[in-house]
């Protein structure tokens, strides 16, 4: 999806959410996974942890999509 022409350059927010479970994947490694750290040069990212049940990390989370949407 992010090789598709129309998204080139947008900005990215992945919420890892359910971060109060044991066994979560950390938004790091699920970074990792998905190949964003060190290989997604072409855009601005985000990969945070959230917990929706909790209202944990979503506020700052749109906060970064609002700035980085701003500045591009
Ligand atoms: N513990 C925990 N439960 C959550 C969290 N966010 C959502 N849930 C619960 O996960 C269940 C599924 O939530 P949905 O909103 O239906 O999400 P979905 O995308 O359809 O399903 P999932 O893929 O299971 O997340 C519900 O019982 C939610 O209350 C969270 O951050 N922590």
Redesign the pocket.
């Known amino acids: 999806m992010l090789s598709e022409d129309e998204l080139a350059g947008v900005p990215l927010l992945v919420f890892c959410?359910?971060?109060?479970?044991d066994g979560a994947l950390s938004p790091e490694e699920i970074s990792e996974q998905l190949g964003l750290a060190g290989g997604e040069k072409g855009r601005e990212w985000s990969v945070r942890g959230?917990?929706?049940?909790?209202g944990?990390g979503l506020e700052e989370g749109l906060d970064w999509l609002v700035n980085a949407i701003q500045k591009k």
Not at 17 to 21: A, H, L, R, V
């Open positions: 959410n359910k971060q109060d479970i959230s917990c929706a049940t909790k944990e």
